[in-house]
């Protein structure tokens, strides 16, 4: 049995998620079908992380058990050929040790999120950005956001259905940039609460149009109470960027 990790590039716009659900086509679902019509075995896919739907990947980490011997490059090209037309691609293949594991070996996960702000509305971006027509003040959202840097409780930040044991989750970075008309937030931490991401963006926009205080950001923060939001983002703005590991240190 050999344990082989994926990086794995997806458009979410047509996928419940990356998780298996019972209720609609999943990413998950997509690459467990596609490798075990390469193998003909019965395959579970292990990932870094959840998406909901609607949310993309740029670099997504996963992780599946063969017992057919493969070259990591054949893998790849199968399992893409497998995956056609789905908007998902394997983008690398490589061995790993079986003690690797795509989620539990992880020590860090990043997040990107696209605001474009223009008047005029989106149509090749369309489903892959937040559109916010209002004028946004990236340096008043990126100042307010550093409250959010740190250990805290995120209970404001949680969605309701949550399933982790403790809100407590230290968060590394949250920078505010803009490109063009394009503003960018960047969110890393060990881990994240279902919806941090895109409730700390959702805030973060209120600040940016000039309807929160930037010290109300912290004020929320502070409340440990989900009624405190200001509001959460949509999905299609939302990338998993990058997972790390200890073994893939990069110099």
Same mark, same amino acid.
């Given at each position: ?11 979410? &716009?047509?996928?419940? %998620? ?6 609609? =086509?999943?990413?998950? $679902?997509?690459?467990? @079908? *596609? #490798? ?86 989106? &149509?090749?971006?369309? %489903? ?6 209002? =004028?946004?003040?990236? $340096?008043?959202?990126? @100042? *307010? #956001? ?90 299609? %703005? ?14």
């Amino acid at each position: 049995m050999t344990r082989f990790a994926l990086t794995i590039e997806f458009d979410g &716009t047509p996928f419940f %998620g990356l998780q298996r659900q019972p209720h609609g =086509p999943t990413v998950q $679902q997509s690459i467990e @079908e *596609a #490798a075990e019509g390469v193998t003909g075995e019965n395959i579970t896919l292990f990932s870094a992380g959840r998406t909901d739907s609607g949310v993309h990947a740029l670099a997504m980490r996963s992780h599946l058990d063969i017992a057919k011997p493969f070259e990591p490059f054949r893998l790849m090209e199968a399992l893409n050929a497998h995956l056609r037309p789905c908007p998902i691609a394997i983008t690398a293949v490589e061995e790993k040790p079986e003690d690797w594991h795509a989620r539990f070996s992880c020590t860090g996960r990043e997040y990107e999120y696209r605001i474009a702000n223009r008047r005029a509305p989106l &149509t090749l971006e369309r %489903g892959r950005a937040w559109h916010i027509a209002r =004028p946004l003040d990236a $340096q008043a959202m990126h @100042e *307010a #956001a550093q409250a959010l840097v740190g250990r805290h409780d995120f209970t404001t930040f949680r969605s309701a259905h949550c399933q982790a044991r403790d809100p407590v989750k230290t968060l590394d970075t949250l920078n505010v940039r803009r490109e063009g008309e394009y503003v960018i937030i960047e969110a890393a931490a060990r881990s994240f609460l279902h919806h941090q991401v895109r409730s700390m963006v959702g805030t973060l926009s209120l600040v940016g149009i000039g309807q929160w205080r930037a010290e109300q950001v912290g004020e929320a923060l502070a409340e440990k109470n989900r009624a405190a939001l200001g509001l959460n983002a949509p999905p299609v %703005g939302l990338y998993f960027v990058k997972a790390n590991y200890p073994d893939e240190e990069q110099d």
